[in-house]
C-alpha cells in the first residue's frame, strides 16, 4: 500500500449544552432588522432615488414584520392567561362543591401544584423523547427521519397525497407551527443573555435563517433545530426547540464557530476515471474555491487507469495550489467498504469529521455546512438522505435536449426521488467510526456494508440524524448488476436499478406505449374520417 500527498494537522470541533426554559417577553426588545446595512446610496448617483426607496421599503417590511410578530406574540399570551384563568376557576368551582367556601390560600396552593404537575410533565416528555442522546433501535426500519425545511419549502421523506419530494406547505397548522417555532427562535436570539453587550448583539431576523430539521415522535412531541447565521464568518447559531404536546421548550442555544472544522471526504475507487474527472471539477469548485477547509482522500484498488486518476489529482494540486489530498492504492479486489475503511484510518491528524462519498454524487458548499452542523463526536452521526436523478435521457427526450449537470438538479418528482433506502454517504467523527468497529470489510463488491455501519449506530446510544438533504445529489448513471453477486445482494441491486430510471408515471408512459401510440392512431383516424 503507497501513498501520497500530504496530510494536515488536527482541526477541532465546538460542543454545547443544555439551556435554561425560554424566558418572558422583554419590553426592550429590539426589532429584528438583521444584519447592519451599508452605506446610504448617495443621492446624486443614478440609482441614488431608487436606492433609497428600496432602503425604505426594507426597513418599512422588517418594521412590520416584527410589529406582527409582537402582535402574535401579545395574543398568544391572552390565550394563555384566559385558559389559566379558566383552569382556575375549574378548581374553585371543584373545591366549593366539595366543602364549600375554601380556605385561604387554598385555593393559591392547588394552582401552584397544577403548575407543577404540568411542568414536571413537560419535563418527562422531554427526559423520555430522543433529544439529548439516542436510544438503541432494532433496525432502519424503526428510525423516525427529520425533515429538513427553509423559509419557503418543506423537504419531506412521507409525501402523502401530493407525492412531492418538497412542497410550500399547505395546511395551515403546519404553517402556524413552523413560524411559531422560527418566530421563537429570532425571539430568543435578540434577547440578551447574561454578560452580553446590547449594544454590541446582532440583531437576528429571518434572513439569516439558513435551514431547520425537525421529527415527530407520535407518543412524546416535536423536536426542532434551527441554523442561523452568527456574527462572523463560518460561525452559526444553533437553537434546539421541543414541543412535548404543549408550550414550545427551549432545549439549547448555542454559538458553533465551524472555522476550524476540517472535512476528510473519504472516496473509493476503481477505474472510471472519467467519472473522477467530473467529480473533481465539482470539487474544484465547492470544496477549494467556496469552503477552504477539505481534505480528499481517495482510496484506489487496482492499477487500471490509476496513472490517469493520479495525473488529474497532480493536475488539480499543481493548477489550485490544492494540496490536502491522499491517494492510497490498494492492489486487490473493489471493495467499498473495505476502502472506506482504509480510508478513515489512514487518517493521522486527530479526530476529523468523516463524509464517505462516491465518485457519481454532486455536493454544494451548503451541505458541507450541514455535514458539520449535524455531526458531533461522541453525540450525533449524520445520516443525510440524498436526492437520486433519473435518467436524463428519459426526462428531457432527445440527447441534444439535456441541459449541463447544474441546470438538472432541481428538486422535482418527474427529475428524480430521495433515495431514503441508501446509506452510503454519511457524516461522522472519525473516533465514532473507530468506536463502533468501522465497516464489515469481508462484504465485497455492490451493497450491504453501508447499511451494517448504519445498524451498528442504531444499536449505540448516538443520536442518528437522518433527514433529506437539498444539497446532496447522486447522478444519474447507467447501473449494471454483476452475476457474481449472491442472490440477496443481486436482488437488491436490481431494485435500485429499476428505481433510478424514472419516476411510476414515467415508466408507466414507457411499459405502456403501444397502447398510447395505438390510441392516438385510432384517434387520427376518427378525425380524419369525420373530416370526409
Given at each position: 500500500?503507497?501513498?501520497?500527498g500530504?496530510?494536515?494537522?488536527?482541526?477541532?470541533?465546538?460542543?454545547?449544552?443544555?439551556?435554561?426554559?425560554?424566558?418572558?417577553?422583554?419590553?426592550?426588545?429590539?426589532?429584528?432588522?438583521?444584519?447592519?446595512?451599508?452605506p446610504l446610496?448617495?443621492?446624486?448617483s443614478?440609482?441614488?432615488?431608487?436606492?433609497?426607496?428600496?432602503?425604505?421599503?426594507?426597513r418599512?417590511?422588517?418594521?412590520?414584520?416584527?410589529?406582527?410578530?409582537?402582535?402574535k406574540?401579545?395574543?398568544?399570551?391572552?390565550?394563555?392567561?384566559?385558559?389559566?384563568?379558566?383552569?382556575?376557576?375549574s378548581?374553585?368551582?371543584?373545591?366549593?362543591?366539595?366543602?364549600?367556601?375554601?380556605?385561604?390560600?387554598?385555593?393559591?396552593?392547588?394552582?401552584?401544584?397544577?403548575?407543577?404537575?404540568?411542568?414536571?410533565?413537560?419535563?418527562?416528555?422531554?427526559?423520555?423523547a430522543?433529544?439529548?442522546?439516542?436510544?438503541?433501535?432494532?433496525?432502519?426500519?424503526?428510525?423516525?427521519?427529520?425533515?429538513?425545511?427553509?423559509?419557503?419549502?418543506?423537504?419531506?421523506?412521507e409525501?402523502?397525497?401530493?407525492?412531492?419530494p418538497?412542497?410550500?406547505?399547505?395546511?395551515?397548522?403546519?404553517?402556524?407551527?413552523?413560524?411559531?417555532?422560527?418566530?421563537t427562535?429570532?425571539?430568543?436570539?435578540?434577547?440578551?443573555?447574561?454578560?452580553?453587550?446590547?449594544?454590541?448583539?446582532?440583531?437576528?431576523?429571518?434572513?439569516?435563517f439558513?435551514e431547520?430539521?425537525?421529527?415527530?415522535?407520535?407518543?412524546?412531541?416535536?423536536?426542532?433545530?434551527?441554523?442561523?447565521?452568527?456574527?462572523?464568518?463560518?460561525?452559526?447559531?444553533?437553537l434546539?426547540?421541543?414541543?412535548?404536546?404543549?408550550?414550545?421548550?427551549?432545549?439549547?442555544?448555542?454559538?458553533?464557530?465551524?472555522?476550524?472544522?476540517?472535512?476528510?471526504?473519504v472516496?473509493?475507487?476503481?477505474?472510471?476515471?472519467?467519472?473522477?474527472?467530473?467529480?473533481?471539477?465539482?470539487?474544484?469548485?465547492?470544496?477549494?474555491r467556496?469552503?477552504?477547509?477539505?481534505?480528499?482522500t481517495?482510496?484506489?484498488?487496482?492499477?487500471?487507469?490509476?496513472?490517469?486518476?493520479?495525473?488529474?489529482?497532480?493536475?488539480?494540486?499543481?493548477?489550485?495550489?490544492?494540496?490536502n489530498f491522499?491517494?492510497?492504492?490498494?492492489?486487490?479486489?473493489?471493495?467499498?467498504?473495505?476502502?472506506?475503511?482504509?480510508?478513515?484510518?489512514?487518517?493521522?491528524?486527530?479526530?476529523?469529521?468523516?463524509?464517505?462519498?462516491d465518485?457519481?454524487?454532486?455536493?454544494?458548499?451548503?451541505?458541507?455546512?450541514?455535514?458539520?452542523?449535524?455531526?458531533?463526536?461522541?453525540?450525533?452521526?449524520?445520516?443525510?438522505?440524498?436526492?437520486?436523478?433519473?435518467?436524463p435521457?428519459?426526462?428531457?427526450g432527445?440527447?441534444?435536449?439535456?441541459?449541463?449537470?447544474?441546470?438538472?438538479?432541481?428538486?422535482?418528482?418527474d427529475?428524480?426521488?430521495?433515495?431514503?433506502?441508501?446509506?452510503?454517504?454519511?457524516?461522522?467523527?472519525?473516533?465514532?467510526?473507530?468506536?463502533?468497529?468501522?465497516f464489515?470489510?469481508d462484504?465485497?463488491?455492490?451493497?450491504?456494508?453501508?447499511?451494517?455501519?448504519?445498524r451498528?449506530?442504531?444499536?449505540?446510544?448516538?443520536?442518528v440524524?437522518?433527514?433529506?438533504s437539498?444539497?446532496?445529489?447522486?447522478?444519474?448513471?447507467?447501473?449494471?448488476?454483476?452475476?457474481?453477486?449472491?442472490?440477496?445482494?443481486?436482488?437488491?441491486?436490481?431494485?435500485?436499478?429499476?428505481?433510478?430510471e424514472?419516476?411510476?408515471?414515467?415508466?408507466?408512459?414507457?411499459?405502456?406505449?403501444?397502447?398510447?401510440?395505438?390510441?392516438?392512431?385510432?384517434?387520427?383516424?376518427?378525425?380524419a374520417?369525420?373530416?370526409?
Open positions: 500500500m503507497g501513498t501520497c500530504l496530510g494536515v494537522p488536527s482541526w477541532g470541533g465546538a460542543g454545547g449544552g443544555l439551556l435554561l426554559p425560554l424566558p418572558p417577553v422583554r419590553a426592550g426588545l429590539q426589532p429584528a432588522l438583521g444584519r447592519e446595512p451599508g446610496p448617495r443621492a446624486n443614478p440609482t441614488g432615488k431608487e436606492g433609497y426607496q428600496a432602503l425604505l421599503q426594507e418599512e417590511e422588517q418594521h412590520r414584520h416584527y410589529i406582527s410578530s409582537l402582535k406574540q401579545i395574543s398568544q399570551l391572552k390565550e394563555a392567561l384566559q385558559e389559566r384563568s379558566e383552569q382556575l376557576k378548581v374553585q368551582d371543584s373545591l366549593e362543591r366539595a366543602a364549600g367556601a375554601p380556605p385561604v390560600g387554598l385555593l393559591d396552593g392547588a394552582a401552584e401544584r397544577n403548575h407543577a404537575d404540568l411542568q414536571e410533565f413537560l419535563r418527562s416528555q422531554l427526559g423520555r430522543e433529544v439529548h442522546s439516542g436510544v438503541k433501535l432494532p433496525s432502519e426500519y424503526a428510525v423516525v427521519p427529520f425533515e429538513s425545511f427553509t423559509l419557503q419549502k418543506v423537504y419531506q421523506l409525501m402523502g397525497l401530493t407525492r412531492h418538497e412542497e410550500k406547505p399547505v395546511r395551515k397548522d403546519r404553517r402556524d407551527e413552523l413560524s411559531e417555532t422560527l418566530e427562535a429570532v425571539q430568543a436570539l435578540n434577547t440578551p443573555r447574561d454578560g452580553d453587550n446590547p449594544q454590541q448583539q446582532k440583531a437576528y431576523s429571518h434572513a439569516d439558513i431547520g430539521i425537525s421529527r415527530t415522535e407520535k407518543d412524546k412531541g416535536t423536536l426542532y433545530e434551527l441554523t442561523f447565521r452568527g456574527d462572523r464568518s463560518h460561525e452559526f447559531r444553533k434546539v426547540f421541543f414541543r412535548p404536546f404543549g408550550p414550545l421548550m427551549k432545549v439549547k442555544n448555542e454559538r458553533v464557530d465551524t472555522a476550524s472544522m476540517l472535512i476528510n471526504i472516496v473509493p475507487l476503481a477505474r472510471r476515471a472519467d467519472k473522477f474527472r467530473n467529480f473533481m471539477h465539482n470539487f474544484r469548485e465547492v470544496c477549494v467556496q469552503d477552504g477547509r477539505i481534505h480528499l481517495v482510496v484506489y484498488f487496482g492499477k487500471d487507469q490509476m496513472s490517469e486518476v493520479k495525473g488529474i489529482l497532480e493536475n488539480t494540486s499543481r493548477e489550485i495550489n490544492f494540496k491522499t491517494l492510497i492504492q490498494l492492489n486487490e479486489e473493489f471493495s467499498r467498504g473495505r476502502g472506506l475503511d482504509v480510508g478513515a484510518r489512514a487518517w493521522k491528524g486527530g479526530n476529523v469529521l468523516l463524509f464517505f462519498c465518485v457519481d454524487i454532486y455536493f454544494t458548499a451548503e451541505f458541507l455546512d450541514s455535514c458539520r452542523l449535524n455531526a458531533q463526536p461522541g453525540k450525533k452521526v449524520f445520516y443525510p438522505v440524498l436526492f437520486s436523478q433519473y435518467n435521457s428519459l426526462i428531457y432527445h440527447h441534444d435536449n439535456i441541459p449541463p449537470i447544474e441546470q438538472q438538479l432541481v428538486i422535482k418528482k427529475t428524480g426521488f430521495w433515495r431514503d433506502f441508501g446509506f452510503g454517504m454519511t457524516c461522522q467523527y472519525r473516533s465514532d467510526f473507530i468506536n463502533i468497529g468501522g464489515d470489510v462484504i465485497k463488491g455492490w451493497g450491504g456494508e453501508d447499511v451494517h455501519l448504519y451498528k449506530y442504531l444499536h449505540s446510544n448516538l443520536l440524524v437522518r433527514s433529506p437539498r444539497g446532496l445529489f447522486h447522478l444519474w448513471h447507467e447501473k449494471r448488476c454483476a452475476d457474481e453477486l449472491p442472490p440477496e445482494q443481486y436482488k437488491m441491486c436490481m431494485q435500485s436499478k429499476a428505481m433510478n424514472a419516476s411510476h408515471g414515467q415508466l408507466g408512459m414507457l411499459f405502456f406505449r403501444h397502447e398510447i401510440e395505438a390510441h392516438l392512431h385510432r384517434q387520427k383516424h376518427n378525425g374520417g369525420k373530416k370526409t
